[in-house]
C-alpha cells in the first residue's frame, strides 16, 4: 500500500524559510516521480513542482521558480521541497504525490496523495 506522509509545515513569516518532506513507503520510491501540489483556502489545486525518479529533471510553477526547490534522497524514500522567500499567498495545505511521468503540471494528474501539512506565512 502506497503511503505518503508529509511533515514540516507550520507558521512562518513572511520572507522566512520552511522545508516539507514527504516520506515515502509501501512501494519502490526511485521507480516514481514525485510531485508537491498545494490549496489555498477556499480555492482549489495548484500545481507546485514535479521532481523525476532520479533528481534529475525538475518542474516548477511559474510562481515559484526561483523560491522554491524539489529534490528528493532516494535512500531515504524522502521528498522535500525548500521554500524561501515565502509570502502570505503561499499559505495553503501542500501535498505531496506520486506518479509516472515528472513534467510541467503533470503532478497534480497523479493517483497516489498523503494527507498534506499545512503551511501558514504570517507575521
Known amino acids: 500500500e502506497v503511503q505518503l506522509v508529509e511533515s514540516g509545515g507550520g507558521l512562518v513569516q513572511p520572507g522566512g524559510s520552511l522545508r516539507l518532506s514527504c516520506a515515502a513507503s509501501?512501494?519502490?520510491?526511485?521507480?516514481?516521480?514525485m510531485s508537491w501540489v498545494r490549496q489555498a483556502p477556499g480555492k482549489g489545486l495548484e500545481w507546485v513542482s514535479d521532481i523525476s525518479w532520479n533528481g534529475g529533471s525538475t518542474y516548477y510553477a511559474e510562481s515559484m521558480k526561483g523560491r522554491f526547490t524539489i529534490s528528493r534522497d532516494n535512500a531515504k524514500n524522502t521528498l522535500y521541497l525548500q521554500m524561501n522567500s515565502v509570502t502570505s499567498e503561499d499559505t495553503a495545505v501542500y501535498y505531496c504525490?506520486?506518479?509516472?511521468?515528472?513534467?510541467?503540471?503533470?503532478?497534480?494528474?497523479?493517483?497516489?496523495w498523503g494527507q498534506g501539512t499545512q503551511v501558514t506565512v504570517s507575521s
Open positions: 504525490a506520486a506518479g509516472q511521468v515528472a513534467g510541467l503540471g503533470t503532478g497534480i494528474e497523479y493517483d497516489n
Open positions: 509501501g512501494f519502490t520510491f526511485d521507480d516514481y516521480a
